[in-house]
């Protein structure tokens, strides 16, 4: 079954640093998200990208946050200056033409120290 | 505004006995609502999805839920609950009619005792 795969399963990085968070959706999906979940806290959405651009985001989603989609088939999350609250797992996701099945990868949890 | 409510943290059953995870949701349309599967240091799963057809919906792993409009409640089922369902269950709403954004409930933790 096709899958959504993340990397890094896990990244420690110092405050102020740079972290680029990898998503390869599903192929021929169209619509990509970010969604992130703080330790002992719901799921929430952070910025969905369609069409090479962002089509939603959320307040979260500040000019800290960036997304790209820099070749067919990866799907990046960058942070430019970390902050400790930034510290959450991390979950991609992508969908197909239906948009209203979701398919989310396995998370990159992200520790800022 | 969307949301749901999940009315238990932590829901414990043995083995061989019935699941009831309880969700109550407040939209102010029609919703397409959701259950996804969390096991441990996995990704999320979608379960299961209702988007306004049949009421029943019917899931992977023998897992159903009933959207009750009436009660504003789609909780999730499951005859017989097996070790391997040992996991956390999401319960999650569409934001809107017109995105695909959606809205998390807080979680079930389902534990399966021998």
């Known amino acids: 079954e096709p899958e959504v795969t993340q990397t890094p399963s896990h990244q420690v990085t110092q405050m102020g640093q740079e972290v680029i968070l990898r998503c390869v959706p599903i192929?021929?999906?169209?619509?990509f998200y970010w969604y992130r979940q703080i330790l002992g806290q719901k799921v929430e959405f952070l910025v969905s990208?369609?069409?090479?651009?962002?089509?939603?985001k959320s307040e979260i989603f500040d000019d800290q946050f960036s997304v790209e989609r820099p070749d067919g088939s990866n799907f990046t999350l960058k942070i430019r200056s970390t902050k400790l609250e930034d510290s959450a797992m991390y979950f991609c996701?992508?969908?197909?033409?239906?948009?209203?099945?979701?398919?989310f990868g396995e998370g990159s949890w992200l520790t800022v120290v | 505004a969307q949301s749901v409510t999940q009315l238990d943290s932590h829901v414990s059953v043995s083995e061989g006995t019935p699941v009831l995870l309880r969700c109550n949701y407040s939209s102010s349309y029609s919703p397409s609502l959701f259950w996804y599967v969390q096991h441990p240091n996995k990704g999320l799963q979608l379960l299961l999805k209702?988007?306004?057809?049949?009421?029943l919906v019917k899931g992977i792993n023998g897992f159903e839920a009933e959207f009750k409009k009436s009660e504003t409640s789609f909780h999730l089922t499951k005859p017989s609950a097996h070790m391997s369902d040992a996991a956390e269950y999401f319960c999650v709403v569409s934001a809107s009619y017109n995105t695909d954004k959606l809205i998390f409930g807080t979680g079930t933790r389902l534990q399966v005792f021998p």
């Open positions: 990208f369609y069409n090479n651009e962002i089509s939603e």
């Open positions: 192929s021929n999906h169209l619509y």
């Open positions: 209702y988007t306004s057809a049949a009421t």
């Open positions: 996701a992508s969908s197909g033409d239906s948009r209203n099945t979701i398919y």
